[in-house]
């Protein structure tokens, strides 16, 4: 029988899988060299807060049962989350092992071998931990099912995109008398190793879908999802464990690419305003071709390889819109 009174035994996997991903995506686990012959260990999260403490961090801190602190702002408005003692960042990492990513996890095992190593020799003696220990006994985790499992990594996911996503309009084509059309995505990048993308960004295809693309240096990838409906369905599936920065910033995507004044042809002109050349059947049904379209586009894909434009003998023939 679970102790009433044991905090570890109350905690909600689902906000501990969340905590994982927002790890997985800014934690790191250093060890600082502050004497010659003394290293110490940190686990460190940073974000940006203009408005100041990030409602991540704060959110972070509570899942681990209180632990570390929250220092700033520093330089550029940025707050970090600190867990500086032995005790605190070993009992983190204990907290988020199960959902933890195995980069994160093996450079928490490294840093904690670095520090206890130096121990081993006899010259340096740990200091007695400040917080009161107290036995703990550990409780057999209960079978879950697969709609658990799918709430689990659907929060592990939310808490990644808070760390390392992104919502955004990126630039897609040039229109004609219109501002640039822009296409709208979600994405989150982490460095892997060449040509192996982290297993964070496969895990988030399994859990999301999109794809993953290298971006940058060889073991640069993103993850990378793209288009109105794709957007709109990762934000209804991580809604209910994403942070309010990244849910705005979700929305304003949206909003901004509805926005987009769009242009289309009509029965019997293109979008350029050309009459149509003729109709032909396709599997999908009647099309419509503009030759002129066609001539434009044409004459663009020759300039960009590089092919001279070729000699006019009738002016009227030169499409320029």
Aim: charged share 25%; hydrophobic share 40%.
């Amino acid at each position: 029988m679970v102790d009433d009174r044991c905090v570890v035994a109350r905690l909600h996997p689902v906000a501990l899988a969340w905590a994982a991903g927002f790890f997985d995506g800014e934690g790191s686990t250093f060890v600082h060299r502050s004497r010659p012959s003394y290293r110490r260990l940190e686990l460190s999260i940073g974000q940006s807060g203009p408005d100041g403490v990030p409602e991540v961090l704060l959110r972070f801190q509570a899942v681990v049962l209180g632990m570390g602190t929250i220092d700033g702002p520093e330089a550029e408005r940025m707050y970090f989350w600190r867990a500086r003692t032995f005790v605190e960042a070993q009992a983190t990492i204990a907290l988020l092992w199960k959902e933890l990513g195995p980069v994160k996890r093996q450079q928490a095992g490294i840093a904690f071998r670095t520090v206890g190593s130096q121990y081993e020799q006899g010259r340096l003696r740990a200091r007695r931990p400040r917080l009161r220990h107290r036995p703990h006994e550990l409780h057999a985790a209960a079978a879950l099912s697969q709609a658990a499992r799918q709430e689990i990594d659907r929060a592990w996911a939310a808490g990644f995109l808070d760390g390392e996503g992104h919502f955004g309009l990126p630039r897609s084509r040039s229109r004609v008398d219109l501002p640039a059309w822009r296409r709208i995505r979600v994405s989150a990048t982490q460095n892997g190793s060449p040509g192996q993308p982290a297993v964070v960004l496969s895990k988030l295809v399994r859990i999301l879908g999109g794809k993953i693309e290298r971006h940058g240096e060889p073991d640069d990838h993103r993850w990378v999802l793209e288009g109105l409906r794709g957007v709109e369905r990762v934000l209804a599936l991580v809604r209910p464990w994403l942070g309010t920065v990244k849910q705005l910033q979700a929305r304003g995507a949206i909003d901004g690419f509805a926005a987009q004044q769009r242009i289309r042809g009509d029965a019997t002109k293109c979008a350029r305003g050309h009459s149509y050349s003729h109709v032909y059947m396709s599997k999908s049904g009647p099309k419509r071709r503009c030759k002129a379209c066609a001539r434009l586009l044409g004459r663009s894909s020759r300039a960009r390889q590089g092919v001279k434009p070729r000699k006019f003998t009738n002016v009227a023939r030169r499409y320029t819109f």
